[in-house]
């Protein structure tokens, strides 16, 4: 079975809901990640994804543990930081995390306007920090 008839079938309750969260295939995951009935404990497991897509709709959950919000602002890719710095019960110091990344949209989510346009105003992004992947806009 394909990914999307796989997607498909967990739309129409004919997947098992545990079964989309461990599949192989990342736009499964994606889907399972945005499922009204993801459990505590799949939502972990989700946060840990190797995919940052799946990271990020982790992220943007409504009612999202505290916990796991507050592991995912350690994150490294940029898309997932974007999805914690744009929820409305940061806490300081996740927000104090957020504020040492050099993504201009995350600096901006989180109220600094003026890092978020000196970042802009660079004629390139800065070199990511040795070991973290890059930045995308």
């Known amino acids: 079975m394909d990914w999307f008839t796989q997607v498909e079938a967990l739309r129409r309750g004919g997947m098992p809901l545990a079964d989309a969260v461990y599949s192989k295939e990342r736009l499964v995951r994606a889907e ?49 930081l974007r999805a914690v710095a744009a929820r409305l019960d940061l806490t300081d110091g996740q927000r104090a995390r957020l504020a040492r990344s ?3 949209v995350v600096q901006s989510l989180i109220g600094r306007a003026d890092a978020a346009a000196w970042l802009d105003g660079l004629p390139f992004e800065p070199e990511p920090a040795e070991g973290r992947k890059g930045l995308f806009r």
């Open 32 to 80: 399972a990640a945005r499922h009204p009935d993801l459990t505590p404990r799949q939502e972990r497991v989700l946060s840990r994804d190797p995919e940052p897509l799946v990271r990020a709709l982790i992220a943007m959950r409504p009612g999202l543990d505290p916990d796991l919000a507050d592991a995912l602002s350690y994150d490294s890719d940029a898309h997932v």
């Open 102 to 104: 050099e993504d201009a």
